[in-house]
């Protein structure tokens, strides 16, 4: 059977976003796991929080459309929000609403996606005919870091990483899902987790900014 992001392996990862780990993301509700939800409620408490947002949101996945600057017809109906060739943020659903952009992970997660990289491929490694832009990747990371204030995320690997990130870090598997794991200035892609660490600290650059 497919691992899915159900209850128990999502609270999992807020666990671990919030610093309390609770063993392998793994969809197991162990000793570890209700330790390490205890003391997020408690570390919680303490700041006047909830252990998340009543809304729901816990996480922003990164992705790219596979196409080009502009928004394409699927890209519309896939994504949360949509980056433009030109940096614009285009938002298409409301954060809380459920979409279809991240196989058997979708519940609480943000879809925040690039137009860029159509006729891009993996191996050997091609741009296409839009590779991402540093504006795109600077807008992501800003859009990421307002969303991340709004609905008390934190930037960590279990809650705000890129659609190559999920299957290793969440344990969800995915069909050979390689955005993000190139940048722009970079020869080729890389190991996804390294790549979201790169992203991961330009949204907390844009955090010590709001």
């Known amino acids: 059977m497919t691992a899915v992001m159900n209850a128990v ?61 502009a928004a394409s017809t699927e890209a519309t109906a896939a994504y949360h929000a ?48 839009a590779p991402i832009r540093p504006v795109q990747v ?13 609905y008390d995320i934190p930037v960590s690997r279990w809650s705000t990483l890129s659609h190559a990130e999920i299957q290793p870090s969440l344990g969800v598997v995915q069909k050979n899902k390689w955005d993000i794991t190139v940048l722009p200035g970079m020869a080729g892609p890389a190991d996804p987790i390294s790549v979201g660490d790169r992203l991961r600290d330009l949204v907390s650059r844009e955090l010590s900014t709001l």
């Open 9 to 69: 392996r999502a609270r999992q990862a807020r666990c671990a976003a919030l610093g309390f780990w609770p063993g392998p993301i793994d969809g197991i509700d162990g000793n570890r796991t209700r330790a390490a939800y205890a003391a997020a409620l408690t570390a919680q408490k303490t700041r006047g929080l909830l252990f998340q947002h009543p809304s729901g949101v816990t996480r922003v996945h990164w992705h790219w459309a596979a196409s080009g600057y």
């Open 82 to 129: 949509l980056i433009l060739g030109d940096g614009e943020v285009r938002w298409l659903a409301d954060p809380a609403a459920q979409r279809a952009h991240t196989q058997g992970a979708n519940g609480g997660a943000i879809g925040l996606s690039i137009c860029a990289m159509a006729g891009a491929n993996e191996r050997p490694f091609v741009w296409g005919r």
């Open 138 to 150: 600077s807008a992501l990371a800003r859009e990421t870091a307002r969303l991340c204030r709004l």
